[in-house]
């Protein structure tokens, strides 16, 4: 069972920037794409970003294209969400996760991932 742990949210003015990370332990990581969604109050998750298990493929959320950035370094199990130019409508509690077998490509629906981190908040003030 593979372990899921987000940090880098906080507080941040609209205009700023915030890396997230995600690291991974208790499996062969590097064998399974990630993805980050978010949640904010009152409404449901969304994909926000992955990227397939070699770093080959990614795929966005139309809200965050050309500001976030997902990217992976799978000698230290970690994957990143760069998040630039950050928008009061960004602020969420953001998740990362893994699937729990090996696909091809990057999904975008949060039922086919089967591991989840706890989540971190990101608030972004206007």
């Known amino acids: 069972q593979v372990q899921l742990v987000e940090s880098g949210g906080g507080l941040v003015q609209a205009g700023g920037s915030l890396r997230l990370s995600c690291a991974a332990s208790?499996?062969?990581?590097?064998?399974?794409?990630m993805g980050w969604f978010r949640q904010a109050p009152g409404k449901e998750r969304e994909f926000v970003a992955g990227?397939?298990?070699?770093?080959?493929?990614?795929d966005y959320a139309n809200s965050v294209k050309g500001r976030f950035t997902v990217s992976r370094d799978n000698a230290k199990d970690t994957v990143y969400l760069q998040m630039n130019s950050l928008k009061p409508e960004d602020t969420a509690v953001y998740h990362c996760?893994?699937?729990?077998?090996?696909?091809?490509?990057?999904?975008?629906?949060?039922?086919?991932?089967?591991?989840w981190g706890q989540g971190t908040q990101v608030t972004v003030s206007s």
């Open positions: 996760a893994t699937t729990r077998k090996f696909v091809l490509g990057v999904p975008t629906t949060d039922t086919a991932y089967g591991s």
């Open positions: 208790g499996r062969t990581y590097s064998n399974y794409p």
């Open positions: 990227i397939s298990w070699n770093g080959g493929g990614t």
